[in-house]
């Protein structure tokens, strides 16, 4: 049996009770890889974070050491995508080399297309708003990139989601919709009706079958968490008022939001909100990944004002993961498989 596999159903069958922090790996699975943004670069584990190395090397007139801060991580099997304040960077292989493919950012926000062998189209969020690249598809990936304005140019973007064929933008002035990859937009909830409060919109999650089940989920500034079950036109109140929200993941039955004051997680839609974060320690929960989890979603990563921490249990217990980052800010955590193709095969 595989490496992968190995990890894969240990995962499934060991309960949350006897989940251990994996011990160091001496081999490299590259599919057990760890990225970590932060201020100062781009970071990478081998070991499922035991342990955090800087990422060096990268074009001579570009070196990844001097890339500055790291916002975006989009990993596509062997090719990883990174937005960093000095502009767009590229690998094919795990992370190992790396090419800038275009200048634009800083990036606040990364999305590629959601049949990435067919189109290379790639969305860049920026503080002054959405930028967009397509190439040629028989283009080489790591050919350089133009990124072009689109009509979304309304300060920060914080989240792009795009179930298809509607893309959704979270921004600073509000959240926008494009039935046509971004080339028009109009903003949501205008509508008296709606119920969806002006205001940045700091987080965004949707249905991974927004076709059929047309739900989402954004945060508005501090005036908590909102949800709608049709695409956008009414929108009713789900909890967490005063409190920022910096990112929400739908993973099977539970939505979770990482906020300024800690971890959340709902089992019914933000009727009721659970805090989680045993550990914690009080910590600014930002970024939160569930890496390689098989339905369970036992194990969890989350990146903090002050450092990376590991659960085992679901997130009731975090234990602080020493090293290289034990107190960075960290800006963005991601993996691959990505765990979108996870999420997608229980709840929403």
């Known amino acids: 049996m595989s490496r992968v596999a190995a990890v894969l159903t240990a995962a499934a069958l060991a309960g949350p009770a006897v989940a251990q922090v994996p011990q160091r790996e001496t081999t490299v699975v590259t599919s057990l890889t760890i990225f970590a943004g932060t201020a100062r670069g781009l970071f990478r584990s081998r070991d499922w974070g035991t342990s955090f190395h800087r990422v060096l090397g990268g074009d001579a007139d570009a070196p990844l050491e001097r890339v500055g801060a790291v916002g ?17 960077y590229y690998s094919s292989d795990f992370g190992e080399t790396w090419k800038r493919v275009s200048d634009a950012g800083p990036c606040t926000a990364l999305l590629g297309s959601r049949y990435p062998l067919a189109d290379r189209m790639l969305f860049l969020g920026t503080p002054g708003g959405l930028l967009r690249s397509a190439l040629d598809p028989y283009a080489q990936e790591d050919s350089p990139r133009t990124f072009a304005a689109t009509p979304i140019a309304t300060g920060r973007v914080a989240r792009i989601e795009w179930p298809g064929p509607l893309l959704f933008v979270a921004t600073a002035e509000g959240l926008f919709v494009s039935p046509d990859s971004a080339a028009s937009a109009a903003r949501v909830g205008t509508d008296p009706k709606a119920s969806l409060p002006a205001g940045e919109v700091t987080a965004l999650v949707v249905s991974a079958f927004f076709a059929a089940d047309p739900a989402m989920v954004v ?8 949800r709608t079950a049709d695409g956008g036109r009414r929108w009713s109140h789900a909890g967490l008022r005063g409190r920022r929200v910096h990112e929400l993941i739908w993973f099977g039955p539970f939505l979770y939001a990482a906020t300024d004051s800690g971890l959340f997680r709902t089992e019914d839609l933000g009727n009721n909100w659970t805090p989680l974060g045993d550990g914690l320690a009080g910590r600014e929960a930002r970024r939160l990944l569930f890496p390689l989890a098989p339905a369970s979603g036992a194990e969890a990563f989350l990146g903090t004002d002050h450092g990376i ?8 217990n975090w234990r602080a993961l020493p090293g290289l980052l034990a107190s960075e800010p960290i800006l963005a955590l991601a993996t691959f498989p990505a765990p979108d193709a996870v999420r997608k095969k229980g709840g929403r």
Request: aromatic share 10%; with cysteine; net charge negative.
């Open 309 to 316: 921490y590991w659960t085992g249990d679901g997130g009731l």
């Open 72 to 88: 975006c991580l989009l990993p596509v099997g062997p090719q990883v995508v990174v937005g960093a304040e000095t502009g767009v």
């Open 219 to 226: 945060a508005v500034g501090t005036e908590g968490v909102f």
